[in-house]
């Protein structure tokens, strides 16, 4: 539970060492106490003691929202201030079209190099995953996706373009495409890749002097005709990077 929330663990120390104290069915008692605690703890406590560590709760605004809401539930929304400031700018960015910003995994809320599994580097409140943008068949942007959990459906290489992942996948890194088991369902299978508004949600976190890097399988890369030099190939040793766009500040 610490590995996938942070503050998991701990809370469910808690509920047991309280239960014990009541000593009353205490299965039952456990689990309600550590709900009771996690919800308060996720809601109330942890956004205030974040700060300490110099991070915040992703900030929602109309057009900035998780992809799916297990983000918030568990605890996966911190960043410092300056990139919640990149969120903020992007969205100006984006003023007068339909492209909303869909956050994927953030950091977590405390300490500097506790890794949020399965991102080798989302540790330390600068990294961010962003949803790709689809559009209907007859070139609608929407802001719905393909995935539940965001991960997982790739727009693949088409047929002349430069294919990277198989070239990880046979030098052997069996993990490239390893985020195709935790889609959690596909759904939207009506709609496609957005290339016009994915590119035009790239140029506008490009404009942001605070970002660092922005990663992007490179066929997307090419496909959509970007070519800034802070858009990095992220190596092998990643997962694959045409289900979303990875983030980071300088
Ligand atoms: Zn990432």
Do not use: W
Request: proline letters at 4%; glycine letters at 6%.
């Amino acid at each position: 539970m610490t590995v996938i929330t942070q503050i998991g663990g701990v809370i469910y120390l808690l509920s047991l060492l309280i239960s014990i104290k009541r000593n009353k069915k205490r299965k039952f008692n456990t689990l309600v106490i550590f709900i009771g605690l996690y919800l308060l703890s996720t809601f109330l406590i942890v956004p205030l003691m974040a700060p300490k560590f110099g991070r915040e709760k992703i900030k929602h605004t109309d057009k900035i929202k998780p992809t799916n809401y297990m983000t918030v539930l568990l605890n996966r929304n911190y960043v410092r201030p300056k990139l919640n400031e990149l969120l903020n700018l992007t969205e100006k960015e984006l003023f007068g079209t339909n492209i909303k910003i869909n956050y994927l995994d953030a950091n977590f809320p405390f300490i500097n190099k506790f890794p949020l599994l399965p991102h080798l580097s989302h540790n330390d409140g600068k990294k961010i995953d962003l949803s790709l943008i689809y559009e209907t068949k007859s070139g609608t942007i929407t802001d719905k996706q393909k995935s539940i959990s965001g991960y997982g459906v790739f727009e693949n290489p088409k047929h002349p373009e430069y294919n990277q992942i198989e070239r990880c996948l046979q030098r052997g890194y069996f993990q490239y495409d390893f985020t195709k088991h935790v889609t959690f369902g596909t759904i939207n299978k009506e709609l496609v890749f957005s290339e016009k508004g994915t590119k035009r949600l790239i140029k506008s976190i490009l404009k942001n002097r605070n970002l660092g890097k922005l990663f992007i399988e490179p066929h997307l890369k090419n496909r959509m005709n970007l070519k800034n030099n802070r858009i990095r190939y992220h190596g092998c040793s990643a997962v694959r990077h045409d289900d979303h766009i990875h983030v980071q500040l300088k």
